[in-house]
C-alpha cells in the first residue's frame, strides 16, 4: 500500500500487465474446452487460475498503492463500468445467439430470464454469475481494509495484508463448507489478492528481488511441475493408479489447495515473465486465444452440445475452433462498436469545446 511513483521493474518489465498472463488464460481456456470434451477434466482447476489472475490483478501489483482507487466512489463506479463492458457485451450476445439457434430449448424461459440479470445459473454459466457477483462485492472488503489501515499502521504492509487475506480466504471457504451458500469463489479470488500483495513485498524488497532473481532456475522447474501436477491429478490420470478414482475431479473436490497452488503458478510466472514458460506463454497463438477466453468460455459448451461426434478428440477440435472463431467475431464486433462510440463521443467534446 505503498505511494511511491516510481515505476519499478521485475526482470526488467515495465510496470504494466504481463502479456504471459493473456497466454496462461489461453492455456486455462484450452484446459475448459479440454475438460467440457471429456479429455483432461481439469476444467476446475482452469477456473481457479481464472480466478487466481483476476484478484491478482485486482491491486495490479506492477504499480504501487493501485487498490487506493477504491477509497473513491466515482473510481469504484469506474471499476464497475469496466467490468461490465468486459462481461455485459459478450454474454447477451450469446444468450442472444442461443436463443435463436435453440429457443428455450436448452434453458428454460424462467431460468434464461433470470440469466439476463444474473439471478440464477445454467451449467458452465456459474462462472459468470459468481463473477458478476464477486466484481460487485469485492470494492467494499477494500474500502473495510483500507480504511482501517489509515489507523492501524501495520496493515500498510503488503505482506501483512498477503496473510490477512490468505485468512479471509480461508475462514470463507469453511462458511462455505458449513452453509448452504451458492460457492462463488470468493475465497479463490481473494487468495489471488493475497498472491498480488505477496508478488509488490518481493518486487519493491530489493534482498527478496535478488534471492528470487538469483534462483530463476528453480523458480522456471517450480512453475513446470505445477504444470505437470495439474495434468497428473486428472481423474483421466489418476484412474490408472486407482479404479475408484476415475472421478475424482480435484480441481472441484479440493477447491482451497488447488486455488492456493494456482495462486503460487501465478506469482512464479510473474517472478519469471521471461524464462522459457514465460516465453511460450507470450507466443502470438497463446496470448490470441487468451484474449477471446471468456467469449470461448461462454460459448465452447454450447457448441459441444450442438455437435454429435463420437471421437472426443475431433469433438475438441471442431468445438475449440468454432468457439475461438465465434469469439473472434463477437469481441471484434465488440470492440469496433466500442471504438465507434468512442469516436463520437470525442466528437462531441470537440464541439462543446469549440
Not at 290 to 314: M, P, R, T
Request: hydrophobic content about 55%; some cysteine.
Amino acid at each position: 500500500m505503498r505511494n511511491n511513483t516510481d515505476k519499478p521493474t521485475v526482470n526488467n518489465q515495465p510496470s504494466a500487465r504481463l502479456v504471459q498472463f493473456d497466454g496462461l488464460r489461453g492455456i486455462a481456456i484450452i484446459t475448459v474446452v479440454l475438460s467440457h470434451c471429456n479429455i483432461l477434466n481439469q476444467g476446475g482447476v482452469a477456473n481457479a487460475v481464472f480466478f487466481a489472475l483476476s484478484g491478482f490483478l485486482l491491486i495490479n501489483p506492477f504499480k504501487d498503492a493501485y487498490e487506493q482507487r477504491f477509497l473513491s466512489i466515482w473510481n469504484i463506479l469506474k471499476f464497475y463500468k469496466s467490468k461490465a463492458i468486459r462481461i455485459m457485451p459478450a454474454y447477451y450476445i450469446v444468450l442472444l445467439i442461443l436463443y435463436l439457434q435453440t429457443g428455450f430449448n436448452v434453458i428454460e424461459k424462467d431460468v434464461f430470464l433470470k440469466l439476463l440479470y444474473f439471478g440464477d445459473i445454467h451449467g458452465h454459466l456459474w462462472y459468470v454469475y459468481a463473477f458478476f457477483w464477486l466484481m460487485y462485492i469485492i470494492p467494499f472488503v477494500f474500502v473495510i481494509l483500507l480504511l482501517l489501515a489509515k489507523k492501524i499502521k501495520f496493515l500498510r504492509n503488503d505482506l501483512v495484508c498477503a496473510v490477512i487475506f490468505i485468512v479471509l480466504s480461508a475462514v470463507i471457504r469453511i462458511l462455505y463448507l458449513n452453509s448452504d451458500m451458492f460457492d462463488i469463489r470468493m475465497d479463490q479470488l481473494m487468495l489471488g489478492i493475497a498472491a498480488g500483495y505477496f508478488f509488490r513485498y518481493i518486487r519493491t524488497n530489493e534482498k527478496k528481488k535478488a534471492f528470487f532473481s538469483k534462483h530463476s532456475i528453480l523458480g522456471q522447474v517450480l512453475i513446470l511441475m505445477l504444470v505437470l501436477l495439474v495434468i497428473a491429478s486428472s481423474c483421466d490420470v489418476l484412474k490408472y493408479i486407482d479404479p475408484v478414482l476415475a472421478d475424482y475431479y480435484v480441481g472441484w473436490e479440493l477447491i482451497f489447495t488447488v486455488g492456493f497452488f494456482m495462486c503460487i503458478l501465478v506469482i512464479l510466472v510473474a517472478l519469471y515473465p521471461d524464462g522459457f514458460i514465460g516465453k511460450i506463454l507470450k507466443s502470438k497463438a497463446l496470448v490470441f486465444v487468451g484474449k477471446h477466453a471468456f467469449s470461448v468460455y461462454l460459448l465452447n459448451n454450447f457448441v459441444v452440445d450442438q455437435l454429435n461426434i463420437e471421437s472426443k478428440y475431433f469433438l475438441f477440435i471442431c468445438v475449440f475452433s468454432v468457439s475461438l472463431l465465434l469469439a473472434w467475431i463477437i469481441d471484434s464486433a465488440i470492440d469496433k462498436v466500442k471504438s465507434l462510440i468512442q469516436n463520437v463521443l470525442g466528437i462531441n467534446k470537440q464541439k462543446k469545446v469549440t
